[in-house]
């Protein structure tokens, strides 16, 4: 089943998928390696645009659309917000790149959706976060 396909039927989808307040956790392997490849297949063909041009990008990984602006928009930028936008280019999966993620995680329901149908997530308890292993 496609991510597509199961909009047709939301009554058999868990409810965590809607109620962000539901705490999470990745079902792989506590390896930089494993989580990386849980956060491609959740993010999956997840965009995201960049807020100066509209220049469309991937959501994951993150360094494509950070590069973007810190690159082609470099002169708009202050030296914080270069900073942060290079901590989203590192290759290495670091805090800043694992909030961005949960942050959009939280937002999208596309992207829990895709966590549930790929068996990518299972629920904790009920608070407003989720838990990556570290
Ligand atoms: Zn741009």
Same mark, same amino acid.
């Given at each position: 089943m496609t991510v597509t396909e199961s909009f047709a039927k939301?009554? *058999?989808?868990?409810e965590w998928i809607r109620r962000q307040s539901t705490v999470l956790e990745l079902t792989?392997?506590?390896d930089a390696a494993a989580i990386g490849r849980s956060l491609y297949a959740i993010c999956g063909t997840e965009t995201t645009y960049? *807020?100066?041009?509209?220049h469309e990008s991937l959501l994951w990984p993150c360094y494509e659309w950070a590069d973007h602006i810190r690159t082609v928009h470099a002169d708009f930028l202050t030296l914080e917000a270069k900073d942060n936008y290079s901590q989203m280019c590192e290759p290495e999966l670091n805090q800043a790149q694992t909030m961005f993620f949960w942050i959009q995680f939280a937002m999208r329901v596309s992207m829990r959706r895709r966590a549930w149908l790929f068996d990518q997530v299972r629920p904790v308890a009920s608070e407003s976060r989720v838990h990556l292993p570290s």
């Open positions: 939301p009554q *058999e989808e868990p792989c392997d506590n960049c *807020e100066i041009c509209g």
